[in-house]
Structures are given as structure tokens and as C-alpha cells.
């Protein structure tokens, strides 16, 4: 299993284009989550995805759009990229365990705006 | 407003030495703690995860402790490795819809040989 996978790596954007990130996952879990962490700040919600079909604000979407394509595939939009938006972005899908949700990320997406 | 924070931020030690990082939480109602490594370039994995209940919990070389009282937790690092060198994060799920979690800053360890 490749767990969960994210393209790109890297991404540089200047102010005001658009691009999409891409997140799977082959664990057949339900949720989705995509987080941004920022130097010295903990991982913030952006958007999460509780089943296929369904999605959710989270702290931070000012600036972002979401797609649940399909069980496996979760995708965060920019429409017009902002300096603000430069970041790490994680995106992460859990699955139900005794009480909790287990949750497991990808390896990020490092996008920088100029 | 639900917060976690971590200290200290950053911490160098030498390798075989041990090491434990602090976690402070307001997070409520309260569900789990969690223990994440970050190493640099990738994304967290889980260490431990402690309900309610739950006191300590150990994964290898790592033991973690909660009191819920006091709205602690602690990260007890065994015989540092060079592969210890990472970020770890703290972070409490609310025991409310969405499970949501919150995320501490991070403390990052430097294991020096």
C-alpha cells in the first residue's frame, strides 16, 4: 500500500494564478483532511471530507475550494493564489478505531507564492 | 478556544542521552492525546495515542504520560538515537462532531552524535 500520496512536491506560483493539489489515498478509509502547517504554528484544518460525497469547512478555508472526486481522491483548489497561501500542505485520511480516528498523512506539497 | 502548547520549542541533546518534551492543553471537551514524529521533508507519524483513561502509554523507546487534571501530557524519549531528530507534535481531539484535532507547534530535537 503507498498510503497516502500528494503531487506535487513542489510548487511555485506567482500572485493571483490558479493550480489544484492532489491527494490519494489505497487504504479505503471514509474521511479526508487537508491541513496547511505554517513555521512555528501547528497544522490547521482547512477542509475535511467525512464520507464521499460530503465536505466541510474547516479553520482556515478562506481562499481554498475542495473536491471529494471519489473515496480515494481529495482535492484542494487555489483559485488565486496569495502570498498568504505560501505553506506546507498536508493532506491526511483516517479511518475509526476504538473511540477515535486514526489519521495518516501524506508527505505535503511545499507551494511558495510570489 | 482550544489550544495546545508545547515546550521547549527546540532541544539538542547528545546521542544515549534522554530527553522529555511537555505538552499543555485546553481543549474541551476532551477526547485523546496523540504524539506525532515529523521528520524534516515528510509528514507526521503517529507515536501514541492516549484516551481519557489512560495514563501512560510506551511504543519502543517512547513513553508517553497524560493527567487529565491537570491538562498534561509528556514525551519521554529513551537512549536518543540520531534518528530521533524530528519535530514532535502534540495534539488533542475534542470529543465533540468530527472528532476535530488540535495541533501544538511542535518541539524539534536535535540528536548530536
Known amino acids: 500500500n503507498a498510503g497516502v500520496t500528494q503531487t506535487p512536491k513542489f510548487q511555485v506560483l506567482k500572485t493571483g494564478q490558479s493550480m489544484t493539489l492532489q491527494c490519494a489515498q489505497d487504504m479505503n478509509h471514509n474521511s479526508m483532511y487537508w491541513y496547511r502547517q505554517d513555521p512555528g504554528m501547528g497544522l490547521r484544518l482547512i477542509y475535511y471530507s467525512a464520507s464521499e460525497g460530503t465536505t466541510d469547512k474547516g479553520e482556515v478555508p478562506n481562499g481554498y475550494n475542495v473536491s471529494r472526486l471519489n473515496k480515494r481522491e481529495f482535492s484542494l483548489r487555489l483559485e488565486s493564489a496569495a502570498p498568504s497561501q505560501t505553506s506546507v500542505y498536508f493532506c491526511?485520511?483516517?479511518?475509526?478505531?476504538?473511540?477515535?480516528?486514526?489519521?495518516?498523512f501524506g508527505p505535503g506539497t511545499r507551494l511558495t507564492v510570489l | 478556544k482550544n489550544q495546545v502548547e508545547q515546550s521547549p520549542q527546540s532541544l539538542i541533546i547528545l546521542e544515549g542521552k534522554n530527553c522529555t518534551l511537555q505538552?499543555?492543553?485546553?481543549?474541551?471537551?476532551?477526547?485523546?492525546l496523540r504524539w506525532y514524529k515529523q521528520d524534516t521533508g515528510r509528514g507526521p507519524v503517529s507515536l501514541t495515542i492516549m484516551t481519557f483513561s489512560e495514563n501512560t502509554k510506551s511504543n519502543g523507546r517512547y513513553t508517553a504520560t497524560l493527567d487529565a487534571d491537570t491538562k498534561q501530557s509528556s514525551l519521554h524519549i529513551t537512549a536518543s538515537q540520531l534518528s530521533d531528530s524530528a519535530s514532535y507534535i502534540c495534539?488533542?481531539?475534542?470529543?465533540?462532531?468530527?472528532?476535530?484535532?488540535?495541533f501544538g507547534g511542535g518541539t524539534r530535537l536535535m540528536v548530536k552524535p
Open positions: 491526511a485520511s483516517s479511518r475509526p478505531r476504538a473511540g477515535y480516528n486514526e489519521q495518516f
Open positions: 505538552c499543555n492543553y485546553t481543549v474541551s471537551p476532551f477526547s485523546n
Open positions: 495534539v488533542v481531539s475534542a470529543g465533540n462532531a468530527g472528532n476535530m484535532l488540535t
